[in-house]
């Protein structure tokens, strides 16, 4: 199973909104509503910011907001901010024992 | 509050083993599911192993099977990697999480920093 593909870099001025892609496959993406968002800013731990493709933990503003269409999933951030700026990686459930969470190759935000 | 406290780390040479520990708090440790993830230096996440909430199921990556092994003590809320035979592209910060009730990881630790040289 090959981990899911997102844009390497993504960027935006202050107050604008940017999507990142995650493209996975039929068998997991595709197949299960379990698509989930980590932001990680450097020398942190991940944070998640959404999950079940389009749910907010308590805390993570609303700005952040996920869908899904298809082997495809989308996270927009919306009145882009400079906290913003990060590593973003999406995940999906894939049912398997062998590999039962896939990562995405991850994507840098940057605010010009 | 949910903490995840990860130790056990340091440079080792190739082939040597080391054993990582996750120390939980702040929740029923004894309901959850626990998993290991990497990251190797300037790359992507990996996930590693998961253990079942009562150590029933263990399942792990391809690359690190018969070499790894994960285990938890609910009585110390403690769960481990057992990380033997290592190899250079080992190297990487190890981070424990938990999945809750949903398939996603709730909590992270802040991870433990394995470097294999010689």
């Known amino acids: 199973q090959s981990a899911l593909t997102q844009p390497a870099s993504v960027s935006g001025s202050p107050g604008q909104s940017i999507t990142i892609s995650c493209t996975g496959t039929?068998?997991?993406?595709?197949?299960?509503?379990?698509v989930s968002w980590y932001q990680q800013h450097p020398g942190k731990a991940p944070k998640v910011m959404i999950y079940?493709?389009?749910n907010r933990p308590s805390g993570v503003s609303t700005r952040f907001s996920g869908s899904k269409s298809g082997n495809t999933a989308s996270l927009t951030i919306s009145g882009l901010q400079a906290e913003d700026e990060a590593d973003y990686y999406c995940?999906?459930?894939?049912?398997?024992?062998?590999?039962?969470?896939?990562f995405g190759t991850g994507t840098k935000v940057t605010v010009l | 509050q949910v903490q995840l406290v990860e130790s056990g780390g340091g440079v080792v040479q190739p082939g040597r083993s080391l054993r990582l520990s996750c120390a939980a708090s702040?929740?029923?440790?004894?309901?959850?599911?626990m998993h290991w993830v990497r990251q190797a230096p300037g790359k992507g996440l990996e996930w590693v192993a998961v253990?079942?909430?009562?150590?029933?199921?263990?399942y792990y990556t391809d690359s690190v099977k018969g070499r790894f092994t994960i285990s938890r003590d609910n009585s110390e809320n403690t769960v481990y990697l057992q990380v033997n035979s290592l190899r250079a592209e080992d190297t990487a910060v190890y981070y424990c999480?938990?999945?809750?009730?949903?398939?996603?990881?709730?909590?992270w630790g802040q991870g433990s920093l394995v470097t294999v040289s010689p």
């Open positions: 999480a938990i999945t809750g009730t949903t398939y996603y990881f709730d909590y």
């Open positions: 702040g929740f029923t440790f004894s309901r959850y599911a």
């Open positions: 253990i079942s909430y009562d150590g029933t199921y263990k």
């Open positions: 039929s068998s997991d993406v595709g197949y299960y509503n379990s």
């Open positions: 079940d493709v389009v």
């Open positions: 995940t999906s459930f894939t049912g398997s024992d062998t590999l039962p969470y896939v």
